[in-house]
């Protein structure tokens, strides 16, 4: 039986909702595993809407839409309120508290993460967040290695801040 796992991200751009979802991607490929990704955004060239919508099986995908994900990282408070009308009990919704009141009529599970406070506080940028969420979501796919994240996401990235996107990454991962 084909295991589809769907991932939603969504913010604002200049979160990194784009490169999380090109690194999940790309981890996903090295893994031999299908992935596609769609992506939406608004005109604006930085804090306009944005979506990445990432489907990985290990079978061909029939269909790139996410419509019920299994985990949802909702980088702002409209974000959140756009899709968590697609979250099921079984989904985990990633959100920053500080950003993000979860609906307490939701059924759907909820994880709390500080990223901005824990980037700037143990990196000292607020910049690393994403890198934090993608971290903390990492750890639940058991279908993705740490090594071909790792890889993914220094193929992804600029090379002069691997050493605090790894940290980023392992700091996520630690939650």
Same mark, same amino acid.
């Given at each position: 039986m084909a295991e589809r796992i769907e991932i939603l991200i969504s913010g604002f751009g200049g979160q990194g909702v784009v490169r999380i979802g090109q690194i999940l991607g790309q981890a996903a490929v090295y893994e031999g595993l299908f992935t596609t990704m769609l992506i939406s955004h608004g005109t604006e060239t930085r804090g306009g809407y944005v979506r990445s919508q990432l489907v990985i099986s290990d079978e061909f995908i029939d269909s790139p839409v996410v419509e019920r994900p299994d985990y949802f990282c909702a980088f702002s408070a409209i974000a959140y309120g756009m899709f968590k009308v697609l979250c099921t009990p079984q989904s985990l919704i990633l959100h920053n508290p500080d950003l993000v009141t979860p609906d307490s009529a939701l059924s759907a599970r909820h994880w709390a993460i500080r990223a901005e406070s824990l980037a700037e506080r143990e990196l000292g940028n607020a910049v690393f967040a994403n890198v934090?969420? $993608?971290?903390? =979501? #990492?750890?639940? =796919?058991? #279908?993705? /290695? /740490?090594? +071909? $994240?790792?890889?993914? =996401? !220094?193929?992804? $990235?600029?090379?002069?801040?691997?050493? !605090? +996107?790894l940290r980023a990454l392992e700091l996520g991962r630690s939650l």
């Open positions: 934090i969420f $993608l971290g903390a =979501l #990492s750890s639940k =796919l058991k #279908s993705i /290695s /740490s090594e +071909n $994240l790792v890889r993914a =996401l !220094q193929d992804r $990235l600029p090379p002069r801040y691997h050493e !605090q +996107n």
